[in-house]
């Protein structure tokens, strides 16, 4: 099976940032469209961005320009740098695959943006 491990969350202030890392098992980030998602407190799985094979990315509107997805195919991992961040930001954040298919969830890793 496909394991997933993210990494990298934390207590950060508003306005602070932080780097999240994504590390697969197998080359799957080799061929798949990755992605970073999150849950926060009470709400929905949410898509945060994306990023293909070739290296395209998008994101969702409350994070454009404040996010950036990459990846590193020969070290099997994606990142997320997330900076200026807000409150409403918390939640726990996963990696996955795009679309049907999804591999198993990894544990998330925790971001929590206080004062």
């Known amino acids: 099976q496909v394991q997933l491990v993210e990494s990298g969350g934390g207590l950060v202030q508003p306005g602070g940032s932080l780097r999240l890392s994504c590390a697969a098992s197998?080359?799957?980030?080799?061929?798949?469209?990755m992605t970073w998602y999150r849950r926060a407190p009470g709400k929905q799985l949410e898509l945060v961005a994306t990023i293909s094979s070739s290296g395209d990315t998008t994101y969702a509107d409350s994070v454009k320009g404040r996010f950036t997805i990459s990846r590193d195919n020969a070290k099997k991992t994606v990142s997320l740098q997330m900076n200026s961040l807000k409150a409403e930001y918390t939640a726990v954040y996963y990696c996955n695959r795009y679309g049907t298919g999804s591999f198993r969830w990894g544990q998330g890793t925790q971001v929590t943006v206080s004062p």
């Open positions: 197998v080359n799957m980030s080799n061929v798949y469209t």
